[in-house]
C-alpha cells in the first residue's frame, strides 16, 4: 500500500464519498440536515471524532497483533469510539458551553454513527500506516461535512417551496440525496 | 417507541389468553406496522448499501436478525443485573460478540457473500435497530417477549431489505437471485445498481406507502 496521502484524502472525500457513495452515517444526514448551521457544527464533531479513533484504532491494531488476537478488534473499536465521544463531550462542555449547547444530543449520538466505525475497519483492511490514517479520517471527515451542507443547503430552500403531501418528509430528502449521489459519481472517473 | 413501553403490564397481571395475545403482538408489531425500515426508519445505511442484488439483501438481512434476536435474549436475561449508567456499553458488548461470530460464521459459510457484504457486516454493531430494541423493549421484558419481538423486527428488516433487493436487481440486472428474467437482450438500468438508484427505490417505497396511507384516511372502511 504506497497510495499517496493526497489521492487518499481525494478519495475518501470526492470519489468514495462515505455518505452519498458508501451510505455510512445515513442517520444524521437524514436527520441533522435541516439547517446549515448545526450540519456544520455537526460535521465538525464528526470529523474530531473520526480523527481521535483513526489514531487510537492505528494504536489498538498494532497491539491486538502483538498480542495474536485481531477477533477482538471489533469490540474494541467500539469501546474506543464510545469513550472518546465521551471524553470530547466532557471537554467540549468544560471549556465550551456554548457549543455544547449547540450540540445538543446530536454529540452522543455519534457514539453510533456506521461512518466512525467503518472509517476504523476500513483503515484496518487497507493496511494504512499512520500518515495515511491520518489523511483518511481528515477526508472522510471532509466529504461528510460536504455532503452535510449540500443537503442542508437544498433542504433549506425546500421549505419553501410546494412539495406534494405524500412525497414531504424523509421521500423528498431520499430523492434529492439520489440526484447528489449520481452527481457525485461524476468523480468517480478521478481515481486510479 | 416510548407508547409500546408504557403499556407492557408486568406479565404477572395478564391472564393466559392475554398474554399469548401480547406474545403475538410483540412478534407482528415489527413486521408490518411498526417496520423498521419503512415506518421507523431506522437501519438505513445496510438497507441501502448491500441490497443490489437479492442474495446480498437475504443474507444482510439473516445476519441482522440473528444478531438481533440473541442480543435482545441475553439483554433480557442480564436486564436486572446490569446497573442503570453502564447500560448502554454493556449491550453494545453483548452486540458486538454476536457480531463478530456472525462475521466469522459468513466467513465460513460463504466467502463470496461475505465479501459482497463486507464490512457492512461488521457494522451491524451500529445498527439502531438492534440497539433501539436492546433499549426500548429488551431491557424491559421478559426472555420469551423480548426474543419475539426482536424476531419480529429482524423479519421485518429483512422483508425490507427483500424489497428493495428485488426492485433493484430485477430492474438493474434483469435477474432475480442469479437467474435472468427476461433473456439475453435485456439491457438493465445500471442505475439501479450503483449508489443513486438505492436512494430513489427507497424514496419510491416511502412514496407508495405514503401514497396508500393517505388513499385510506380520505376513504375510512
Redesign the interface.
Given at each position: 500500500m504506497n497510495t499517496p496521502s493526497l489521492m487518499i484524502f481525494i478519495d475518501a472525500c470526492l470519489i468514495n464519498n462515505f455518505v452519498?457513495?458508501?451510505?455510512?452515517?445515513?442517520?444524521p444526514f437524514?436527520g441533522v440536515s435541516t439547517r446549515t448551521e448545526t450540519a456544520f457544527n455537526m460535521g465538525l464533531a464528526v470529523t474530531f471524532v473520526m480523527l481521535l479513533t483513526s489514531v487510537s484504532a492505528y494504536l489498538i491494531n498494532l497491539l491486538l497483533n502483538a498480542i495474536g488476537a485481531p477477533?477482538l478488534s471489533?469490540?474494541c473499536y467500539?469501546?474506543v469510539i464510545?469513550s472518546s465521544v465521551q471524553f470530547v463531550e466532557m471537554v467540549i462542555k468544560k471549556y465550551s458551553p456554548a457549543l455544547f449547547r449547540a450540540l445538543g444530543i446530536y454529540l452522543p449520538l455519534i457514539t453510533?454513527?456506521?461512518a466512525i466505525?467503518?472509517l476504523a475497519?476500513?483503515q484496518t483492511?487497507r493496511g494504512y500506516d499512520f500518515i495515511q490514517c491520518l489523511a483518511f479520517a481528515l477526508g472522510s471527515g471532509a466529504g461528510f461535512i460536504l455532503a452535510l451542507m449540500l443537503m442542508s443547503g437544498i433542504r433549506e430552500r425546500l421549505e419553501l417551496s410546494d412539495v406534494n403531501?405524500?412525497?414531504q418528509g424523509?421521500?423528498?430528502?431520499?430523492?434529492i440525496?439520489?440526484?447528489l449521489?449520481?452527481a457525485f459519481?461524476g468523480f468517480a472517473g478521478m481515481g486510479r | 417507541m416510548a407508547n409500546d413501553t408504557a403499556t407492557a403490564t408486568p406479565d404477572i397481571a395478564i391472564a393466559a389468553t392475554s398474554a399469548r395475545d401480547e406474545n403475538l403482538e410483540a412478534l407482528t408489531r415489527g413486521i408490518w406496522r411498526e417496520n423498521p425500515v419503512f415506518v421507523m426508519?431506522l437501519g438505513?445505511?445496510?438497507t441501502?448499501?448491500v441490497t443490489n442484488s437479492v442474495i446480498n439483501s437475504l443474507a444482510m438481512g439473516l445476519a441482522t436478525t440473528f444478531v438481533l434476536v440473541m442480543s435482545c435474549m441475553i439483554v433480557a436475561m442480564i436486564r436486572d443485573f446490569v446497573p442503570k449508567e453502564v447500560r448502554?456499553?454493556c449491550y453494545?458488548?453483548v452486540i458486538?460478540?454476536f457480531?463478530?461470530i456472525v462475521?466469522?460464521l459468513l466467513q465460513a459459510i460463504s466467502f463470496d457473500v461475505h465479501r459482497a457484504l463486507g464490512?457492512f457486516i461488521?457494522?451491524i454493531?451500529?445498527?439502531?435497530i438492534i440497539?433501539g430494541r436492546a433499549e426500548a423493549f429488551a431491557s424491559k421484558n421478559s426472555v420469551l417477549k423480548s426474543s419475539l419481538d426482536a424476531l419480529g423486527f429482524g423479519i421485518g428488516f429483512t422483508l425490507a431489505c427483500l424489497f428493495m433487493g428485488v426492485v433493484r436487481e430485477v430492474i438493474g440486472a434483469g435477474s432475480f437471485a442469479g437467474i435472468p428474467l427476461f433473456g439475453p437482450d435485456f439491457a438493465g438500468w445500471s442505475?439501479m445498481i450503483?449508489?443513486?438508484?438505492?436512494?430513489?427505490v427507497?424514496?419510491s417505497w416511502?412514496?407508495l406507502f405514503?401514497?396508500l396511507a393517505?388513499r385510506r384516511k380520505r376513504r375510512p372502511a
Amino acid at each position: 500500500m504506497n497510495t499517496p496521502s493526497l489521492m487518499i484524502f481525494i478519495d475518501a472525500c470526492l470519489i468514495n464519498n462515505f455518505v452519498l457513495a458508501l451510505f455510512l452515517g445515513l442517520c444524521p444526514f437524514l436527520g441533522v440536515s435541516t439547517r446549515t448551521e448545526t450540519a456544520f457544527n455537526m460535521g465538525l464533531a464528526v470529523t474530531f471524532v473520526m480523527l481521535l479513533t483513526s489514531v487510537s484504532a492505528y494504536l489498538i491494531n498494532l497491539l491486538l497483533n502483538a498480542i495474536g488476537a485481531p477477533y477482538l478488534s471489533l469490540i474494541c473499536y467500539i469501546v474506543v469510539i464510545a469513550s472518546s465521544v465521551q471524553f470530547v463531550e466532557m471537554v467540549i462542555k468544560k471549556y465550551s458551553p456554548a457549543l455544547f449547547r449547540a450540540l445538543g444530543i446530536y454529540l452522543p449520538l455519534i457514539t453510533t454513527n456506521c461512518a466512525i466505525t467503518a472509517l476504523a475497519l476500513f483503515q484496518t483492511s487497507r493496511g494504512y500506516d499512520f500518515i495515511q490514517c491520518l489523511a483518511f479520517a481528515l477526508g472522510s471527515g471532509a466529504g461528510f461535512i460536504l455532503a452535510l451542507m449540500l443537503m442542508s443547503g437544498i433542504r433549506e430552500r425546500l421549505e419553501l417551496s410546494d412539495v406534494n403531501p405524500i412525497l414531504q418528509g424523509t421521500a423528498i430528502a431520499l430523492m434529492i440525496s439520489g440526484v447528489l449521489s449520481m452527481a457525485f459519481m461524476g468523480f468517480a472517473g478521478m481515481g486510479r | 417507541m416510548a407508547n409500546d413501553t408504557a403499556t407492557a403490564t408486568p406479565d404477572i397481571a395478564i391472564a393466559a389468553t392475554s398474554a399469548r395475545d401480547e406474545n403475538l403482538e410483540a412478534l407482528t408489531r415489527g413486521i408490518w406496522r411498526e417496520n423498521p425500515v419503512f415506518v421507523m426508519l431506522l437501519g438505513n445505511c445496510p438497507t441501502l448499501a448491500v441490497t443490489n442484488s437479492v442474495i446480498n439483501s437475504l443474507a444482510m438481512g439473516l445476519a441482522t436478525t440473528f444478531v438481533l434476536v440473541m442480543s435482545c435474549m441475553i439483554v433480557a436475561m442480564i436486564r436486572d443485573f446490569v446497573p442503570k449508567e453502564v447500560r448502554i456499553a454493556c449491550y453494545i458488548l453483548v452486540i458486538a460478540t454476536f457480531v463478530t461470530i456472525v462475521d466469522y460464521l459468513l466467513q465460513a459459510i460463504s466467502f463470496d457473500v461475505h465479501r459482497a457484504l463486507g464490512a457492512f457486516i461488521s457494522l451491524i454493531v451500529v445498527n439502531c435497530i438492534i440497539l433501539g430494541r436492546a433499549e426500548a423493549f429488551a431491557s424491559k421484558n421478559s426472555v420469551l417477549k423480548s426474543s419475539l419481538d426482536a424476531l419480529g423486527f429482524g423479519i421485518g428488516f429483512t422483508l425490507a431489505c427483500l424489497f428493495m433487493g428485488v426492485v433493484r436487481e430485477v430492474i438493474g440486472a434483469g435477474s432475480f437471485a442469479g437467474i435472468p428474467l427476461f433473456g439475453p437482450d435485456f439491457a438493465g438500468w445500471s442505475i439501479m445498481i450503483l449508489p443513486g438508484g438505492a436512494f430513489f427505490v427507497l424514496g419510491s417505497w416511502l412514496l407508495l406507502f405514503n401514497w396508500l396511507a393517505a388513499r385510506r384516511k380520505r376513504r375510512p372502511a
